[in-house]
């Protein structure tokens, strides 16, 4: 319990700004020999504690844009309810290698996207552009109801690119929207019964707390340092995701995270 606070509350320091708190947290808790559904629905409900308590500073306008919020919540509610019953049927023994090949694909996007969020345009987003957006956030918002790592880091540049949108204008938005995808994730697996209520007050009020305090500091440490140490972390758990992978499917030994019942 210690280790994964430490844990929790250190990528919530980061994440705050950074965004990909799931596939850091979530591997984490695997390796603790968490029961997979288990370790992605109490980590769905404590990182609703925290977007909810990230948002409150960006809501006053006009660090939100509230013309598109209506729209966006929608289409993110109905694609998050669908990635949530699909964490549902797929089968447990499935769910590491969704989050491993999760964690090497954000790494790769974080990579080739090094400018997303930083250089804003001032130009006004075409039609297209917009219609693109809203489809996207549907199809990122089933991602976010299925395991969210990195749902709002990709979010956050696709509304960049798409909107047009400013750096903190993402930023804000995203938060305030991942309250709604990462909520009704959490209600369908409430409904399951797979949530553990104990560990996800806990590990939430840890990251609330985390994004709150580490919020300043993070912003001193700078977009390069920030980025090095968050591939550096995210890279290390994939790979040893992958080799805990291997070696089951070798029959060497299992990972402490599949549930064999």
Do not use: C
Not at 207 to 219: C, E, N
Not at 233 to 256: E, M, Q
């Amino acid at each position: 319990m210690l280790a994964l606070i430490a844990i929790f509350f250190a990528t919530s320091s980061v994440s705050v700004i950074t965004g990909s708190t799931s596939i850091i947290t979530v591997p984490a808790m695997f390796q603790f020999g968490i029961n997979s559904l288990t370790a992605v629905a109490t980590n769905m409900f404590a990182l609703t504690l925290m977007s909810f308590g990230a948002t409150l500073p960006f809501l006053a306008p006009p660090v939100v844009k509230w013309r598109r919020l209506p729209l966006l919540i929608v289409l993110t509610v109905l694609g998050s309810a669908i990635g949530a019953f699909l964490l549902l049927a797929i089968s447990p023994r499935a769910i590491p290698l969704i989050v491993s090949t999760a964690i090497i694909g954000v790494s790769l996007f974080s990579v080739f996207y090094r400018r997303s969020g930083i250089d804003p345009s001032s130009v006004p987003p075409s039609r297209s552009l917009e219609t693109a957006g809203y489809v996207t956030t549907f199809i990122l918002g089933i991602y976010g109801g299925l395991f969210s790592g990195g749902y709002v880091t990709i979010m956050t540049a696709i509304f960049v690119a798409f909107f047009h949108m400013s750096f903190l204008e993402a930023i804000a938005t995203t938060k305030l929207i991942n309250v709604f995808s990462s909520g009704i994730a959490t209600l369908i697996f409430v409904r399951r019964g797979i949530v553990d209520y104990r560990l996800g007050l806990i590990l939430g009020v840890t990251m609330l707390v985390g994004a709150l305090l580490g919020g300043k500091f993070a912003r001193r440490l700078g977009n390069v340092w920030l980025r090095r140490i968050f591939l550096a972390a995210v890279w290390l758990l994939g790979l040893k995701t992958l080799i805990d992978l291997f070696n089951n499917g070798t029959g060497h030994h299992a990972p402490p995270f599949v549930d064999k019942n």
